[in-house]
């Protein structure tokens, strides 16, 4: 990614890292989850991995189409947050800002992970 320093918490990104399915090699969105003095003083960011995968977990929380204020993601119907797989991306793998969450839909995934997957007092 060209501005680092640019990407903000709620931001979803396309990330060039490949993942393999079966036979299939494609990018995949994250939603960043780390703050921008973060991406300012080092090589990467934080994610949250979103998936397509249909099979139900609780840590899993539905993307709607109203959850977003800008731009858009691929089979948003079908998408969901995994909140306790947190990934590390290099600035570098970052395609680049596919779509923005809105505060709300962002605050409900802060809480997610305070709650449901790490001890923060």
């Given amino acids: 990614?060209?501005?680092?320093?640019?990407?903000?918490p709620?931001?979803?990104?396309?990330?060039?890292?490949?993942?393999?399915e079966g036979q299939e090699i494609k990018p995949r969105p994250?939603?960043?989850?780390?703050k921008n003095l973060l991406h300012q003083n080092t090589i990467g960011c934080l994610c949250?991995?979103?998936t397509?995968?249909?099979t139900p977990s609780p840590y899993m929380l539905k993307i709607e189409s109203g959850d977003l204020m800008s731009g858009s993601l691929e089979r948003i119907n079908e998408s969901s947050v995994i909140v306790?797989?947190?990934?590390?991306?290099?600035?570098?793998?970052?395609?680049g800002v596919v779509a923005k969450?809105?505060?709300q839909f962002y605050?409900?995934?802060k809480n997610r992970i305070k709650n449901d997957v790490l001890e923060m007092d």
Wanted: aromatic fraction near 4%; proline fraction near 6%.
């Fill in 1 to 8: 990614m060209k501005n680092p320093a640019s990407l903000q």
């Fill in 10 to 20: 709620g931001d979803i990104v396309k990330v060039s890292q490949q993942i393999i």
């Fill in 30 to 34: 994250w939603l960043v989850i780390s």
């Fill in 48 to 50: 949250l991995a979103i």
């Fill in 52 to 54: 397509t995968n249909p």
């Fill in 84 to 95: 306790d797989k947190i990934v590390w991306t290099k600035h570098h793998d970052i395609i």
């Fill in 101 to 103: 969450t809105t505060p």
């Fill in 107 to 109: 605050q409900q995934i």
